[in-house]
């Protein structure tokens, strides 16, 4: 299981300044759920980040010529970075209190992974490389005006969504 | 009307897949366009001529769940502001895009594809491209809602 997996997992639960008796039994009976495997999966689907990586597990089903057209199949090792890349994010968020919303999953035609945020007027793309990520933000349709992109290094990630929760 | 050129006000369709996620419902049920409704691997996005399918979107649907958006192709032509710059912020390149026919499909003579002169040296243009015509087709709605 992943970081944020546990992370989420303590951050549904009540604090223990806050447990009552009866909340410190359904705690212990969660614990003693968490590690039998059906409840595992059901905790698990329950945090907000899993739905997306799940979709991003499933590119790789995407074979050669996925959209009739002659798309590159997804790339497996874009695949591995795309979901550290989520998961990376949605620690941020926790940390920054920002809202977490699952972006739009899906693939380019070169074998990328692409992550696409909206919030009102604002729009971010990132797309997930073996190599790299590429961001585009939008916020508006002048290209040269509106429009920015970049490389996404480790550093700029949090400014992206803050940015795009602003 | 001649198959040779594309007149500027001609309407283009675009099949855009559900089950590929290239649309995704909002939190109030709205269908959003992704920038991957238009992508292409050779980099010329491909529609097709409503003038040229009696004006029906259902002709470009790739299946039957696919949604079906549509550009002019004056909005493409009037891009002009999509450059690319040397490492000083100075322009070496601006790119003009145009639509033209495609007569490799001999299946489907409404085939027209979105082109960039000059060609593009990297996908940087390509991507910002990509947003500036899921814009233009977002605003004018869908021709055929997508279904899930």
Known sequence: MSHAAYATTGYDWASPAQATHTTTRTLKAQVLNFFRKPATVAIVNEIPVYGAIQKIRQLQSWGANWDGVDAVAVNAEAIARAIALLDQMYSITTQLYIDWSAPNVTASPHGEVVLEWWNREKKLTVYVSEAQSDFVKVWGPDIDEEMEDGILSDGQTASLLIWLEA | ?148
Request: with cysteine.
């Open chain 2, 1 to 148: 009307m001649s198959s040779d050129s594309v007149a500027d006000d001609e309407v283009l369709f675009r099949s855009v897949s559900s089950k590929h996620n290239q649309c995704t419902r909002d939190t109030s049920g709205r269908w959003k366009l992704s920038s991957q409704a238009f992508s292409d691997r050779y980099y010329k996005p491909s529609v097709d001529r409503a003038i040229l399918c009696n004006s029906d979107p259902s002709h470009t649907q790739k299946s039957p769940k696919d949604g079906v958006v549509s550009v002019i192709a004056v909005e493409v032509r009037k891009i002009k502001d999509i450059s690319q710059n040397d490492d000083k912020g100075n322009v070496i390149t601006t790119h003009a895009f145009d639509v033209i026919p495609d007569a490799d499909i001999p299946d489907n003579p409404a085939h027209a594809l979105i082109v960039s002169t000059p060609d593009y040296c990297n996908s940087k243009v390509f991507k910002k491209l990509l947003e500036r015509l899921r814009y233009i087709a977002d605003r004018r709605g869908w021709m055929i809602e997508p279904q899930e």
